[in-house]
């Protein structure tokens, strides 16, 4: 199971940013950009519910390979219905962990990200509740 820290609900207000309207092909921004900057509230870009989005720490790797890392911080909307294929938080048995969710007929699988980490298969008698879908993840990244 993938530990999670405890949800904690967004923080009141824009987060401003600036946003050059370029695109980068993982090199700097063109000098002329700098006459194209503007800000964006980068919360109104993530968030469509904020009343029911929160931000959770993940710990561990078993999504790795879909770009959440050990340490990052993932947004979760409540109010998106989830679909096969999303990007999932998930109790299972009073625990949260995030996975990917099949719905498969006759049920469900939550899929690990990382082939060393087996899948969810719910079992007879097992919990198990989706309460969100992931909307975006925030790795950090040092220098």
Not at 25 to 50: C, N, T, V
Not at 89 to 112: N, Q, S, Y
């Amino acid at each position: 199971m993938l530990p999670l820290s405890s949800p904690q609900p967004l923080p009141p207000g824009p987060l401003l940013v600036r946003s050059f309207l370029s695109s980068v092909q993982a090199g700097f921004p063109s000098p002329a950009d700098d006459h194209h900057i503007e800000r964006i509230d980068l919360m109104s870009q993530l968030i469509k519910h904020p009343q029911a989005t929160f931000m959770l720490r993940v710990s561990g790797e078993s999504m790795r390979d879909a770009g959440i890392l050990d340490g990052s911080v993932v947004l979760v909307d409540k109010a998106i219905q989830p679909e096969s294929g999303h990007t999932v938080i998930a109790v299972v048995d009073g625990e949260f962990t995030c996975k990917t969710l099949h719905i498969l007929p006759g049920g469900m699988r939550l899929k690990a990200a990382n082939p060393d980490y087996p899948d969810i298969v719910p079992k007879d008698g097992q919990t198990v509740e989706i309460w969100g879908v992931v909307v975006a993840s925030i790795v950090q990244h040092t220098a």
